[in-house]
């Protein structure tokens, strides 16, 4: 069991659910609302009762507490990410549902780039043994290979069906030795493995007396005890909104909103403005219920500058201390969700945090297989659900960071101008001037 205290706030933990179609991801996600009691008497009812039911008699078909497109439901598979709420006497959590499906990779992204954790599923029986080795399907392996790009903290690999192979030991020890080797070459860190039947409730929230053999938590008492790195570093605070209060007055007041990414924020404090260099002084830090001495990551203030200097929307507040410089030139991992194909000559819109800039995508340097997880060079272009690497040129100086010191200013979408549509989103790697 947990050695986490019972009266210790380990505050929220989002965490999504990845792997194949028909894993049970839907399922387990039902399953674990239902036994810890954060499903209410009318949904029960409702369910037993729904007409794309796929359980017999009263049994309850627990996918269906997520699955709540009807397209889903007659389908039998998940299509957009649904999102669930419950908590615990320990955390509370949001869940994401994300689809299995190829088709639907885009939505899976969406879901996964929120979250602090992912619960990777495997069908123990469809897991085959292809010349003695244990071969996982490619969607597992697509799904980990997004969740290593996204920087996911943690993995938790549930192998669910274990009813259906007997509860089987060695099965169980086969298709973890093959994760493992997964995990090695994509380079993930924190990954935890938990034997569940997610239809019949074995180790989902209670331990299952069906397997004596293992020995470790249940998933949710796994999920309960889940460290949450939050991010800390230095001050990113890019601006949304210019704030007048009369411009025809004397005492005329100009605020600059929106929220502390990383780092802190202090009145006294010296600033650098991004991306013009220049420098001002903190004045004054308004909250939502009044003036402030400081902001954190994660508040949405107003700072006033002691100094009247040119800031609009998509300028961005660093420490003067801060190294950081703009850049116009960007190399970025992106999965493509348009179904025409990406141009490299063609320009399109790139939004990264309150910014919005024209760029053109200078070439495209490797795609990924994800059948054999190697990085191809031979292909120019990426199509709906690829994931590649890309050199972006910006037509001008953008304040942003490598995703992995700083999500927030490190990641992007990218939006055809013409349609409108969001085409990729991205997370920056190497930045140049």
């Not at 689809?99 to 495997?122: C, W």
């Not at 392996?141 to 009813?163: E, P, W």
């Not at 493992?180 to 997610?198: I, K, M």
Request: glycine share 6%.
């Amino acid at each position: 069991m947990s050695l986490t205290p019972l009266n210790e706030d380990l505050g929220v933990l989002r965490f999504i659910t990845a792997g194949s179609v028909d894993d049970g991801k839907s399922t387990l996600i039902g399953r674990l609302l239902y036994d810890s009691k954060s499903v209410l008497t009318d949904q029960l009812s409702a369910l037993s009762r729904a007409k794309h039911k796929r359980t017999a008699g009263e049994d309850i078909d627990f996918s269906l507490l997520t699955d709540g497109l009807e397209a889903e439901r007659e389908q039998g598979i998940t299509i957009d990410v649904a999102y669930r709420y419950f908590a615990t006497a320990r955390r509370k959590f949001i869940i994401a549902d994300t689809p299995g499906h190829e088709q639907y990779t885009r939505n899976m992204v969406t879901g996964a780039s929120t979250a602090h954790a992912a619960i990777i599923l495997v069908d123990a029986t469809r897991v085959t043994e292809v010349d003695g080795q244990t071969e996982l399907l490619a969607q597992t392996k697509r799904h980990s290979a997004i969740v290593k790009l996204l920087g996911l903290q943690h993995v938790i690999v549930a192998i669910n069906k274990m009813d259906l192979i007997d509860f089987s030991e060695a099965r169980f020890n086969a298709i973890r030795a093959a994760y493992l080797e997964l995990a090695q070459r994509l380079g993930l860190q924190d990954v935890r493995f938990v034997p569940v039947s997610a239809l019949k409730g074995d180790n989902i929230v209670f331990a299952s007396e069906k397997m004596p053999w293992y020995q470790d938590e249940p998933l949710l008492d796994v999920l309960e005890s889940l460290p949450v790195a939050e991010q800390d570093g230095e001050l990113r605070f890019p601006v949304q909104l210019v704030a007048r209060q009369d411009g025809s007055q004397a005492d005329d007041f100009r605020g600059y909103m929106g929220r502390v990414e990383s780092g802190a924020i202090r009145v006294g404090q010296s600033l650098r403005v991004l991306p013009s260099n220049r420098s001002a002084t903190v004045a004054e830090i308004v909250g939502p219920s009044g003036l402030l001495d400081q902001a954190f990551a994660g508040q949405c203030v107003t700072v006033r500058l002691a100094e009247d200097v040119d800031v609009s929307r998509g300028d961005t507040f660093v420490s003067t201390e801060s190294a950081l410089q703009p850049s116009r030139k960007l190399g970025a991992d992106v999965c493509w969700f348009d179904e025409e194909p990406l141009s490299p000559q063609r320009k399109y819109l790139l939004k990264q945090a309150t910014s919005t800039v024209y760029v053109r995508v200078g070439s495209v340097d490797t795609v990924l297989d994800v059948t054999t997880l190697s990085h191809g060079t031979d292909k120019t272009t990426l199509a709906m659900n690829d994931i590649g690497a890309v050199q972006l040129s910006l037509q001008k100086p953008l304040a942003a960071d490598t995703y992995d010191s700083h999500p927030a200013t490190g990641s992007f979408v990218l939006i055809d101008e013409a349609t409108h549509h969001t085409v990729a989103a991205g997370m920056i790697r190497t930045l140049a001037a």
